[in-house]
């Protein structure tokens, strides 16, 4: 039995060049990066220099990275953050019906508090229409946020057309780069967003250091409050050991991030081909409009969650969604909100792929697929309806 982890969009392994850019920071440079002396300089060092990688990743400017400790915080930060420094000009905010949770919970929070949220549609592929970002503004719109790239069917948003509008109409652009950051393009000079969010263990990097960038000038809160770190917008001791690993890991994604996507879209195409030779199978997501590493496939005869318990016991590591959410027994509402019933939502199979997957893990999943779907479809209470 072969062993073939396919969950790379909910986390990924560390690279051994991260851990060990990662190693001395544990031990021997372990400073606190507030401290006077030495050992603690050193830190805050190293968390400059972290700093400016990702700035320059991002073309932007060193001010404008805030390192946070998760993509759900840097998110939290963005939508709570521009909601309160902005109430007075403002409380109406703009996100999409495929947003992560943080995001969606977070406006939901707000609406609590006297904010209200217009969430935008979208078609069968997942994508945001930019002309109904612009028919929804209103003159006491403050913020609209969007991902790039979404976490569960790969499509991929057209955030340079959205953030133009946004630009035009002066209204605060976020978007969501957490299946982006590292392998697709994003320059601050060119998309016009004003805030963007990244995580480090989306890209071989550790749990527990992400970013949010603030592009300069942008009006933004604290959500907490302490020491004054990271510019005064996130009070916290800095977890310099996960910063200085992030930075390794954005290096290495940056380096190899052309030829990467290159070979990534051709495994993924060969796994979808494959897959929609099966019976009741339906590809979600835009076809080409979509991430590199994504598959996302629905199937009408059988369960999303009977796939991914067989497939474990097969050595296979898959999910049925968002990892944040695919414990729950709600059909997703991604999935939903692109028009797919409940018992297609039921059947997605989210498998995606990364650095160490390669042409025999594909072959060795579709076997075991094509095994699993002849045994689930043989007592499936679907058959023949």
Same mark, same amino acid.
């Given at each position: 039995?072969?062993?073939?982890?396919?969950?790379?969009?909910?986390?990924?392994?560390?690279?051994?060049?991260?851990?060990?850019?990662?190693?001395?920071?544990?031990?021997?440079?372990?400073?606190?990066?507030?401290?006077?002396?030495?050992?603690?300089?050193?830190?805050?060092?190293?968390?400059?220099?972290?700093?400016?990688?990702?700035?320059?990743?991002?073309?932007?400017?060193?001010?404008?990275?805030?390192?946070?400790?998760?993509?759900?915080?840097?998110?939290?930060?963005?939508?709570?953050?521009?909601?309160?420094?902005?109430?007075?000009?403002?409380?109406?905010?703009?996100?999409?019906?495929?947003?992560?949770?943080?995001?969606?919970?977070?406006?939901?929070?707000?609406?609590?508090?006297?904010?209200?949220?217009?969430?935008?549609?979208?078609?069968?592929?997942?994508?945001?229409?930019?002309?109904?970002?612009?028919?929804?503004?209103?003159?006491?719109?403050?913020?609209?946020?969007?991902?790039?790239?979404?976490?569960?069917?790969?499509?991929?948003?057209?955030?340079?057309?959205?953030?133009?509008?946004?630009?035009?109409?002066?209204?605060?652009?976020?978007?969501?780069?957490?299946?982006?950051?590292?392998?697709?393009?994003?320059?601050?000079?060119?998309?016009?967003?004003?805030?963007?969010?990244?995580?480090?263990?989306?890209?071989?990097?550790?749990?527990?250091?992400?970013?949010?960038?603030?592009?300069?000038?942008?009006?933004?809160?604290?959500?907490?409050?302490?020491?004054?770190?990271?510019?005064? %917008?996130?009070? &916290? +001791?800095? @977890?310099?050991?996960?910063?200085?690993?992030? *930075?390794?890991? #954005?290096? $290495?994604?940056?380096?190899?991030?052309?030829?990467?996507?290159?070979?990534?879209?051709?495994?993924?195409?060969?796994?979808?081909?494959?897959?929609?030779? %099966?019976?009741? &199978? +339906?590809? @979600?997501?835009?076809?080409?409009?979509?991430? *590199?590493?994504? #598959?996302? $496939?629905?199937?009408?005869?059988?369960?999303?969650?009977?796939?991914?318990?067989?497939?474990?016991?097969?050595?296979?590591?898959?999910?049925?969604?968002?990892?944040?959410? &695919?414990?729950?027994?709600?059909?997703?509402?991604?999935?939903? *909100?692109?028009?797919?019933?409940?018992?297609?939502?039921?059947?997605?199979?989210?498998?995606?792929?990364?650095?160490?997957?390669?042409?025999?893990?594909?072959?060795?999943?579709?076997?075991?697929?094509?095994?699993?779907?002849?045994?689930?479809?043989?007592?499936?209470?679907?058959?023949?309806?």
């Amino acid at each position: 039995m072969r062993k073939v982890y396919m969950d790379y969009a909910a986390t990924t392994p560390v690279d051994p060049r991260v851990m060990e850019a990662m190693q001395p920071f544990f031990t021997e440079e372990f400073g606190n990066t507030m401290a006077l002396y030495a050992l603690g300089q050193e830190s805050k060092l190293a968390v400059e220099e972290s700093r400016e990688t990702m700035a320059k990743a991002l073309n932007g400017d060193v001010e404008d990275i805030v390192f946070t400790g998760s993509a759900t915080e840097s998110n939290n930060l963005a939508i709570k953050g521009v909601a309160f420094a902005n109430r007075k000009r403002g409380k109406h905010i703009i996100i999409s019906a495929i947003e992560h949770p943080c995001v969606k919970e977070s406006s939901r929070w707000l609406e609590k508090v006297g904010f209200e949220t217009t969430t935008l549609p979208v078609n069968d592929y997942g994508l945001v229409d930019p002309a109904d970002v612009e028919k929804s503004i209103r003159d006491d719109t403050i913020l609209c946020s969007v991902m790039h790239g979404n976490n569960e069917i790969g499509t991929i948003e057209p955030i340079k057309e959205i953030g133009d509008i946004c630009a035009e109409r002066d209204v605060y652009f976020h978007t969501d780069a957490v299946q982006t950051f590292g392998r697709m393009d994003l320059d601050a000079k060119k998309v016009n967003f004003d805030l963007l969010t990244a995580s480090s263990h989306k890209m071989y990097g550790p749990k527990g250091a992400a970013l949010l960038y603030v592009r300069e000038g942008t009006r933004i809160d604290p959500i907490l409050h302490g020491g004054g770190h990271e510019f005064g %917008l996130r009070s &916290s +001791t800095v @977890n310099v050991p996960a910063i200085v690993g992030f *930075a390794r890991s #954005v290096e $290495i994604c940056i380096g190899e991030m052309k030829d990467e996507w290159e070979r990534l879209i051709g495994l993924r195409d060969r796994l979808i081909e494959g897959l929609l030779r %099966l019976e009741g &199978s +339906t590809l @979600n997501g835009h076809p080409s409009k979509r991430l *590199a590493n994504n #598959v996302n $496939i629905s199937f009408s005869l059988v369960e999303g969650e009977s796939i991914v318990m067989l497939l474990d016991t097969y050595g296979v590591s898959a999910s049925t969604g968002s990892a944040c959410s &695919s414990a729950k027994l709600e059909p997703s509402h991604v999935l939903r *909100a692109i028009g797919l019933n409940p018992r297609l939502a039921h059947g997605s199979l989210r498998l995606s792929l990364g650095r160490w997957i390669q042409n025999q893990d594909i072959d060795y999943v579709l076997l075991v697929l094509l095994e699993i779907m002849g045994k689930l479809g043989e007592i499936s209470p679907f058959k023949g309806v």
